[in-house]
């Protein structure tokens, strides 16, 4: 199986790729008579990692160079993860049945806080800037303004915070810079629920900045020498969350996984949009539409309908499955149309 944590890198984009495999095979039931085919790891906003499982080989792309392995086994660095042979059968009904869907994401405030801890996981920030001789620290999720309506949802579930779209109208982002707002309201959401990244170092730096910002016994030099050796800390090559400690840094299985990785965090790492799962696998296509049903908040949740709907309605239909693509498409333009008409 997939495992270990431990070796280089872990607690990286890369390893949630290794955890989000690990989730969606669990909850199939394996048989070693038979392939588990076509399923593709991508970053479509980003293009720095592509995993792909299926035919003879496998290709793996980062920061743009791509290379070409064997199917058996692919090695990044120290790690090796190692292909099985799967049957993707029905989803295993204890695994799938949990109470998360995007009421409960309004109705469930830790629900909710798990979720953003995987929003943000995917695609939040926790800015230290200096700027005109001043700190400031921001905490921003950014999203395209197609998926602008993901991020009133968080301002409203929050209550804090502002929205603003950049310059060229088509990134939008929530940020919080108020540093009491911070400490009582977004420190207590990680830190109870940490981020299962790398990005918890960014945070544990963020909030280091944050105390000594705050501390009035310092004077601004003595601010100034703190915060540049906080920024000037660079991120340890074997990284690892400490949320991971609690399964000893290795996750083989989903039982495992889950006791850190909720499926309300998956949910929101999902939404954030940072990698997709890809298969053409029927039965994997079924437990995917199954496990995320009714849960998403944000357009993703328009596309997960308009995808199911036609996986059930116009599967090996080519023409009408196109012209399905080609709708959404027209459909993400005029969504950016209209918010900049705003």
């Not at 230290?128 to 921003?140: A, E, P, S, V, Y």
């Not at 207590?188 to 990244?197: E, R, V």
């Not at 501390?215 to 074997?238: H, R, V």
Request: aromatic share 12%.
């Amino acid at each position: 199986m997939l495992s270990s944590l431990v070796e280089n890198g872990a607690g990286t984009g890369w390893t949630v790729l290794v955890l989000l495999l690990i989730l969606i095979l669990s909850l199939v039931n394996l048989d070693k008579l038979s392939n588990y085919r076509n399923m593709v790891y991508e970053n479509p906003t980003r293009c720095e990692e592509i995993l792909l499982f299926g035919s003879k080989c496998s290709s793996l792309k980062i920061n743009g160079r791509k290379k070409v392995t064997d199917m058996e086994t692919i090695r990044l660095g120290k790690r090796n993860l190692t292909h099985q042979r799967l049957n993707v059968g029905h989803l295993i009904l204890q695994f799938s049945n949990f109470n998360v869907n995007k009421n409960s994401l309004s109705e469930n405030k830790e629900m909710f806080h798990q979720w953003l801890v995987g929003f943000v996981d995917g695609d939040g920030t926790f800015s230290i800037i200096r700027q005109n001789n001043k700190w400031n620290l921001t905490f921003k999720i950014g999203q395209s303004t197609y998926n602008l309506r993901v991020l009133h949802f968080i301002k409203k579930e929050l209550n804090y915070g502002s929205l603003y779209i950049e310059k060229e109208g088509t990134i939008a982002n929530f940020r919080i810079r108020d540093l009491k707002v911070l400490e009582s309201i977004i420190f207590p959401i990680f830190d109870k629920y940490p981020l299962l990244t790398s990005k918890h170092f960014n945070y544990i730096k963020f909030k280091q900045a944050h105390a000594i910002l705050s501390n009035n016994s310092l004077t601004l030099l003595e601010k100034d020498t703190l915060i540049f050796n906080i920024i000037n800390t660079q991120l340890p090559l074997d990284y690892i969350s400490p949320a991971w400690s609690s399964v000893n840094n290795k996750v083989s299985n989903f039982e495992n996984a889950s006791k850190v990785m909720s499926k309300s965090w998956l949910i929101g790492f999902t939404e954030a949009g940072y990698y997709t799962i890809v298969t053409t696998n029927s039965r994997a296509i079924e437990n995917i539409i199954q496990y995320y049903k009714n849960t998403m908040k944000g357009m993703k949740s328009v596309e997960y309908r308009i995808w199911s709907r036609s996986y059930v309605k116009n599967k090996g239909n080519f023409i009408a499955l196109n012209k399905i693509r080609e709708n959404v498409r027209i459909m993400k333009t005029n969504n950016y149309t209209l918010t900049n008409m705003k």
